[in-house]
Each structure stands twice: as structure tokens, then as C-alpha cells.
């Protein structure tokens, strides 16, 4: 090897040497990060702590930060999350060093179990996949059974057929709804056709009843009026005849021989 190139490689290894020196261990790494997600918490930042915490896990995985993370999705109301991250804690503790953790961790998995709301999809194509909220759930059959967290979620299921069905659902805790699927090309559900409605029978109008008229209409009425009154003026006359004073010989009347 030359002379220069060992000075060389000597000088690169001394500079190299304060650098890694510097570097922490992952320990030291996972430590800080640990310390500032339990700051975070005591300050109720809960989605900064459950970061902090996650990347502690990734650097050195210790069963007290999987409880942290758990009691962090907790806090955040993700149930669902929270219920998966306590199993990953209770299936790697200690049941001697950590009986108190442990006891409590059932607990509280067991309360974030019992308040997560569950969605159940009827009438699914069996090979049809079902996502939450972009997710893909595993799964087969005619009934799905999807455990979600309260509050609002789109689903979509689609098939190998390219028909789908998409809606938004809003759930509660501890509530259990159902949804009957029904694909379509354009995704949304079929809606049943709308049942005509039956045109009545035609039925012609009646004639109206003739109304009834009244005597005084009659013409015949008032002929036979005109005559008995025109009777009774005359026997009138004829009465008051015989009692009127004897004919004086006006020109104005023609009498009738007897």
C-alpha cells in the first residue's frame, strides 16, 4: 500500500470516528423518543405523543411503549386500533413483572371493545371486496361484519364485475346497524321502480234528473185560472145585474131577447 494512500485512509477513519461517536445508541434513540411522547401526553397532545411513541417501538420494541401506544389511540378515539395494539401488548408482556399492566390493559381492551360500533353488510357478492374508508377488510360471504369507530364512514363494495355500491354511514358507540348491498354499474344502490298508478275506469257523466216544475209554470194552470176567474167575474156581474137599477136606454148596450 503507498504512503499516502494509508494517510489517507488514516485521516478518513479520525474523522469518521467523532461521527459515529456521536451517533446515539438505538437505546438512547428509543429512550428520547419515549420520555418526549410521555411529555406530550401529560400536555393531552395525544397525536404528537403516538407518534413519538411509534417511532420509539420501531426503534427498539419494548412492551411498555405498545401499552402507551395503546393507551395514545385511546385517548384519540380509535377504538379499533386501540383494541389491536392492547392484544400486541398482553401477547408479548410478562405475566410475573407486569401483572398490575397487564390487568389493567384487559380492561381498558375490553371497555374499547365494547364501545366500537359494528356495520353489518348483507347480500354481498362473495368474491366482492369491502373497504372502510379506503381500507380493504378481509372477509368472504354474503355477510360481512365490519367493526368500525363512532362517527362517520364511507363504504364501498365492489365485485369482479366492476358493479359497486358506495354510501356513507354515520354509526355510535356501541351501535350495531345493518345495510342491505345492492351493486350497480354506477355504484350507487338500485332503487326500486316506482309502481304506476292505476287509471280509473272511465264512466260517463249521467244525466241530470229533470227538476222538478213548479204548478205556477204550467201554462195550462194559469188557462184553467183565467177561465174559472173569468167564470166567477161573470156570475158576479150577473148577480149584481139583478139588483141594478132598470135599464135606461143607453145606446152603449145590446140586450138579449128572452
Known sequence: MKPLSALGLALALCLAA???????APEAEARAYFEQGVSLAD???????????????????RSSTRLNI???????????AAVEAFDGYLLGADPGAEAARIAEATQL??????????????GVPDAAEVLADGELRLGTGPTRVLPLDPGSHHIEVRDTNQRTARFDVVL???SRETRAVSLSRDGAAAEPAPTPTPTPPFVAPSAPAPASRSVLQSPWFWVATVAVVG????????????TAAPYGGSTGRVLTVP
Open 172 to 174: 355510535t358507540r356501541s
Open 70 to 80: 395503546a393507551r395514545a389511540l385511546l385517548r384519540l378515539g380509535r377504538l379499533r
Open 18 to 24: 467523532p461521527s459515529a461517536a456521536a451517533q446515539p
Open 43 to 61: 400536555a393531552a397532545r395525544w397525536a404528537e405523543a403516538l407518534a413519538a411513541f411509534q417511532h420509539s417501538l420501531r426503534v427498539v420494541p
Open 231 to 242: 167564470g166567477v167575474v161573470t156570475a158576479l156581474a150577473l148577480t149584481l145585474d139583478t
Open 109 to 122: 381492551r375490553e371497555e374499547a371493545r365494547a364501545a366500537l360500533a359494528v356495520l353489518v353488510l348483507t
